[in-house]
């Protein structure tokens, strides 16, 4: 069975320094897609970045990166130089690619606050 | 540029009433929509999902059901809402299923 792992129910960070989100994923697909959304307090769930499993190259978006090791089967988030608008819930989900089923598989979540 | 559209914001129902939650989207055709529940401090649960006029299929066995009158409308009803119904909802569309989720902004129901 598939399933999304993100070990730190929340953190706390500096601002303007670098923050790494965990996520692991258990996944008996050959092929599957990683995605990050950000939900901040208002609820709205934000698009964040996406890593395909054959992609050799890590995605990055502007401030947002994704280290990707697919051998310990890890999407780690890297945000760089965090600011005072990164505080929310961070979620890491998961869905094989060669398959009918259109379900996302969801993280917990990770609460991010960043301090001034 | 695609936009969708959630209403309303919140509601706040009695157990035992209706229940009917609208969606669009704007700026594409034929997308796939979705319907999501989302529990306080938890993940997200897919209710339903279409990928086109008619087509609903549905992931959880429970109290609501899902209509799409057509092709960027998705709505959510209920004939008699419980208390277990409480939550926030999130609608989302996509090009493919293989292309991110994008999400509206969220109904926040409240059960009393």
């Known amino acids: 069975a598939q399933k999304i792992t993100q070990t730190q129910p929340g953190m706390f960070v500096q601002e303007k320094e670098a923050v790494t989100l965990d996520c692991t994923y258990d996944?008996?697909?050959?092929?599957?897609?990683l995605f990050w959304y950000k939900q901040p307090s208002s609820g709205e769930m934000i698009f964040l970045i996406y890593?395909?499993?054959?992609d050799e190259q890590n995605a990055t978006e502007g401030r947002y990166s994704l280290n990707f090791q697919k051998a310990r089967k890890s999407a780690n988030l890297v945000i760089s130089a965090s600011q005072l608008g990164d505080s929310a819930m961070y979620f890491c989900a998961m869905r094989g690619l060669m398959d009918s089923n259109y379900q996302l598989i969801w993280g917990a979540g990770t609460k991010l606050i960043i301090k001034p | 540029s695609q936009t969708i559209h959630q209403w309303p914001a919140t509601l706040v129902q009695p157990v035992g009433s209706p229940l009917s939650l609208e969606c669009t989207v704007e700026g594409t055709s034929n997308p796939n929509l979705y319907w999501y529940r989302q529990a306080a401090g938890r993940g997200l649960q897919l209710l339903f999902y279409s990928v086109g006029i008619g087509q609903i299929s549905s992931e959880v066995p429970q109290n609501l059901s899902a209509s799409r009158p057509q092709d960027r409308q998705f709505i959510l009803s209920s004939k008699k809402l419980l208390l277990s119904d409480s939550g926030f909802y999130l609608c989302a569309w996509s090009v493919s299923k293989d292309q991110p989720q994008h999400f509206g902004d969220g109904t926040r129901l409240s059960i009393l």
């Open positions: 890593q395909g499993s054959y």
């Open positions: 996944t008996s697909d050959q092929s599957y897609g």
